[in-house]
């Protein structure tokens, strides 16, 4: 069972463009994480949200929680080639482990 | 520098030879964690360990081993390797409270053939 959807899968966009990129579930998390991934490297964390509602910017970047806690989106504006890669959501939940559950990442890619 | 540092970075095996693969964290981390990234299924925690001594299965356990013998150091065995085991693996390392940063190392890319 995929707990977190994340749309779209694939983003090939001009420099300069803005795009948004969504992560889905039916469940409530405790927090939610953006981490983007470039090719040969493992996932970097970009951001952790954690209040329902709660918006984040981080430069360019901007994260948004949901107000139930079971989405989040990753709005990017006049995106950069330097913006490109795979940008994954996790969702955090309670418990020992306190478990990060993965999307299956979007892939994004910006031409100069 | 604070790192995650996984050894090998390619690997390339046959079906039923012993591996190791070594993760060692340098920034005192309690808990510590083992993913496999395939295409089109996205990152799947295989193990995970709490601290010295503690360690729990995670989604996928089925065909590795672990051990956490020291806070630093904590390898992912396959004492069988199989075809379907060909993955791009992970080690992670954060403090223990709760939404706290995964660090991960650069990763493992091995194919059992």
């Known amino acids: 069972t995929q707990l977190l959807e994340q749309s779209p899968q694939f983003l090939s966009i001009q420099e300069g463009e803005n795009l948004t990129v969504y992560c889905n579930s039916s469940s409530v998390f405790s927090s939610l994480q953006w981490y983007r991934q470039e090719p040969g490297e493992g996932p970097v964390l970009l951001v952790t949200?954690?209040?329902?509602?709660e918006v984040k910017k981080l430069k360019r970047l901007t994260f948004q929680f949901g107000d139930a806690r079971k989405d989040s989106s990753l709005h990017i504006t006049a995106a950069q080639p330097g913006d490109t890669g795979l940008y994954l959501c996790a969702g955090g939940r309670g418990g020992s482990n306190y478990k990060l559950t993965f999307g299956k990442g979007t892939l994004l890619t910006v031409n100069p | 520098e604070a790192q995650v540092t996984q050894n090998p970075r390619y690997l390339i095996t046959v079906t039923g030879k012993k591996l190791t693969v070594t993760c060692s964290q340098n920034m005192n981390h309690e808990y510590m964690s083992w993913y496999r990234q395939d295409p089109g299924l996205g990152l799947r925690q295989i193990y995970y360990s709490m601290n010295v001594e503690v360690t729990d299965k995670g989604d996928v356990p089925e065909g590795y081993k672990v051990s956490r013998k020291e806070k630093r150091n904590f390898p992912l065995i396959l004492e069988s390797p199989s075809p379907n085991q060909t993955s791009l693996y992970f080690c992670?390392?954060?403090?223990?409270?709760?939404?706290?940063?995964?660090?991960f190392g650069s990763g493992t890319q091995l194919s059992v053939l």
């Open positions: 949200v954690v209040t329902g509602g």
């Open positions: 992670a390392s954060r403090r223990q409270a709760a939404n706290e940063k995964l660090f």
